[in-house]
């Protein structure tokens, strides 16, 4: 389910979450992930339900939208040079620094709840996160993220 040209390493020059979620949804609708209207949609959804996590020691985004926007199940996946500010889920103001991006476009909502999972279990494996911040965007880290990925069954 991961392409790896939708995994983008220490991205830089993104100045907030809008550009951040812009230019994942531009990646997805360029590798026909998605249709056209996704964008839109994951921004709207963005402004209505934030999706900024924090964790320990890192705070990431799962950003995603309504099935009917996607082609085929992906996960796109971006790591950023510097923080931008996402606000955090379950709140409406409160903002975090955010260098980790899970862009999620399942087309069968059946999926989404054990995607779901399986991505708060990789989410929640400090190690492997802190593995996955430091990588940059080398051909080489691109395949160890990927075996994390599998290690975390969400290939």
């Known amino acids: 389910m991961i392409e790896k040209k939708i995994i983008k390493l220490k991205v830089k020059n993104l ?3 809008k550009d951040v979620l812009s230019y994942l949804a531009d ?18 959804r ?14 990431i985004a799962l950003p995603h939208t309504d099935s009917e926007h996607v ?13 931008v500010k996402f606000v955090e889920m379950a709140s409406s103001d409160k903002e975090i620094d955010v260098k980790n991006i899970f862009m999620l476009a399942l087309k069968d909502s059946n999926q989404h709840i054990k995607i779901l999972q ?4 990789l989410l929640q494996d400090k190690e492997d996160m802190s593995k996955i911040e430091s990588f940059d965007d080398s051909k ?5 993220l990927v075996e994390i990925l599998e290690k975390h069954e969400l290939n």
């Open 15 to 17: 100045k907030d979450s």
């Open 27 to 44: 990646c997805l609708i360029e590798e026909k992930m998605v249709k056209p209207s996704y964008k839109n949609a994951v921004l709207e």
């Open 46 to 59: 963005e402004n209505s339900y934030p999706t900024g996590l924090q964790f320990d020691g890192y705070a």
């Open 71 to 83: 082609i085929k199940s992906q996960i796109a996946i971006m790591t950023l040079e510097k923080p």
């Open 118 to 121: 399986k991505v708060m279990e």
């Open 140 to 144: 080489e880290n691109v395949e160890k």
